[in-house]
């Protein structure tokens, strides 16, 4: 069977994964990811079109959001849920086929008879082995006919409203949601088979996005904020507790907050993982007691670590890896997350609610761990509320040269070789500056004691990759404290990608004009030369080489003080 994915960091050969993926994504659920996505873009020209009428559809935009999202990396490897997933979104497809239709006949007392393109009049086959040949036809190689910088530019968006999608699909859980973002997915999609829009349009466009995603990033924040307060710094217990257990990984937080209440006065411990981190510095997760600490570190190293825990698992979102037999009866999954023959724990429609009974019963048959042990603490919170009440403090350690630079060393992190990159980085950064990280590739180096300057720790953990917009309102907010741009701050980025939530978050930075970001371990598979050429000419992206290189070009090439700043306060 055909299949062909290149939409993450460790896409085989860095060229693209065609038997089988890297992430043990299957050619027959590669394919099927294919045609849900194909019948996605079929359902966004109708929400697009009766979105012009004036007419919206909650189901439509809903299935087009979670849709995306299950095709993320790591998130959906079971061919039989996305069989159901598909089928689903033909059944919404030809729902919001009609309510445009009847719309436009409604409004212009006749027919519309445009042209609509191919992926509008899908329908399909009857058989899973009958959607498996269509999915064959329905991926990115059906777009070779295409010029190359088209196919990049698409793919790039495609991959930036998967991320996109993510943190949609969060804040909505969360009661919050917002139009421009709803309607941008559509907008997005249905771009990606309008054969009228060339490189200009789709580049426009992808900026377009950015700000959109700077938007949506922007609601998951008010959505976590407003639910679960605004994180403080902690530091988290990193050892174990003698007891029934439940590891908790993945990203979302209400799934995490509904376990802790069903266990509550159980006797059971909930661990967090990977991701899970920073939900102890949220007051409305950190006030259970029996959230006692955090197992393990980033996603790649779950089949080690799980493999000889006597806890149960709960997989809330990306990243799964395939389970070993060691551990597969007491892992489970849950919300779009999905692998074949595991327990899943679905959501009641009727109330949005989850119940967790199932994985509680494993967890006090499996008896937990026999003793305590010691672990480092791991302090994260830094999110923007907490390091912006320092705003004040944080100017003056510049103009005073406490603080020489700040670097953002943050991402995703994989298995890939060559990810040391990032712990060599942080390693030599300089005494006399800060590092901010998120999200998963900090657990290179965030057990590392990096001291203090001064009341500040060197190294401010903000949260999940979910909370990118926290590093970039530090950023913006502190371009407006010393009254710069945000490219003349002494700040750098050293990012590091892997699956789609990188993509968009760096498309935001990009529609912001943030410039000289070091982009690694390697450069995505997706981005072709001519883009790359606008990418290195417009934003100056550059791929990381050593650390050692990279950061002294960092120290050597860059003012330690923004010039208005040098202006302001030494030159009068
Ligand atoms: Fe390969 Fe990544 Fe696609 Fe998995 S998601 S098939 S590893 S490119
Ligand atoms: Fe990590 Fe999957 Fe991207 Fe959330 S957990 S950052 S890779």
């Not at 099927?32 to 935009?61: C, F, H, M, P, W």
């Not at 007491?330 to 692998?339: D, E, K, P, Q, S």
Request: aromatic residues 10%; neutral net charge.
């Amino acid at each position: 069977m055909e299949m062909f994915c290149r939409q993450c960091e460790q896409t085989a050969k860095g060229e693209g994964c065609t038997i089988k993926g890297v992430c043990g994504k299957t050619a027959e659920a590669a394919v099927l990811q294919d045609l849900l996505i194909y019948n996605l873009k079929g359902i966004a020209v109708y929400t697009k079109l009766a979105r012009e009428l004036g007419i919206k559809s909650k189901e439509a935009d809903l299935v087009i959001i979670k849709g995306l999202f299950t095709t993320v990396t790591n998130v959906n490897f079971d061919s039989k849920r996305l069989e159901q997933i598909i089928r689903n979104s033909f059944r919404v497809k030809e729902k919001v086929k009609k309510l445009f239709l009847d719309a436009y006949r409604d409004k212009n007392g006749s027919d519309f008879s445009g042209n609509f393109p191919q992926p509008t009049e899908w329908a399909p086959a009857d058989s899973l082995e009958g959607l498996i040949e269509q999915g064959e036809k329905a991926g990115i190689k059906a777009g070779s006919h295409l010029e190359q910088d088209i196919r990049s530019l698409r793919e790039i968006l495609l991959y930036g409203l998967k991320g996109m999608a993510a943190y949609a699909d969060h804040a909505y859980i969360l009661g919050e949601e917002d139009e421009e973002v709803f309607s941008f997915f559509s907008i997005g999609l249905a771009s990606l088979i309008d054969e009228n829009l060339g490189s200009n349009d789709l580049i426009d466009l992808i900026m377009e996005f950015g700000q959109v995603n700077l938007r949506c990033l922007e609601i998951l924040d008010k959505a976590h904020t407003n639910h679960f307060g605004q994180p403080v710094p902690m530091r988290v217990f990193s050892g174990i507790k003698k007891g029934p257990a439940i590891i908790v990984s993945g990203h979302d937080l209400y799934d995490l907050e509904q376990l802790l209440e069903q266990t509550k006065g159980s006797g059971i411990n909930i661990y967090t993982h990977g991701e899970m981190l920073p939900s102890h510095s949220y007051p409305w997760l950190k006030k259970y007691d029996h959230l006692v600490g955090h197992f393990g570190t980033a996603w790649q190293n779950q089949q080690k670590e799980f493999d000889s825990v006597p806890a149960a698992i709960l997989m809330t979102t990306n990243c799964i890896q395939q389970p070993r037999p060691s551990y597969t009866d007491r892992i489970f999954t849950t919300g779009l997350v999905a692998w074949p023959g595991l327990q899943h724990i679905a959501v009641n429609k009727e109330d949005n609610r989850k119940d967790f009974s199932k994985i509680i019963a494993k967890a006090k048959e499996l008896e937990g761990f026999g003793e305590d042990t010691c672990g480092k603490e791991i302090l994260t919170g830094f999110a923007h509320q907490a390091v912006l009440s320092l705003a004040d403090k944080i100017v003056d350690a510049v103009k005073t040269k406490a603080v020489r630079r700040f670097f953002l060393i943050g991402g995703c992190d994989g298995s890939k070789p060559g990810r040391n990159y990032y712990t060599e980085f942080a390693k030599s950064v300089p005494e006399d500056c800060i590092i901010l990280t998120l999200a998963c590739g900090k657990f290179r180096f965030n057990n590392l004691d990096f001291g203090y300057i001064g009341d500040f720790p060197r190294l401010l953990d903000c949260g999940q990759c979910n909370d990118a917009y926290s590093a970039i309102k530090i950023a913006l907010s502190l371009a407006k404290a010393f009254n710069c741009g945000v490219n003349d701050l002494p700040l750098s980025l050293i990012l590091s990608w892997y699956e789609q939530k990188a993509v968009c978050i760096l498309l935001t930075l990009l529609s912001l004009g943030v410039k000289n970001i070091y982009l690694g371990p390697s450069l995505p598979a997706f981005i072709s030369k001519g883009v790359l050429g606008v990418l290195v000419e417009k934003f100056n992206i550059k791929p990381i080489s050593t650390a050692k290189k990279d950061l002294e070009a960092i120290l050597n090439h860059r003012g330690f003080i923004p010039r208005s700043l040098l202006r302001k306060s030494y030159l009068g």
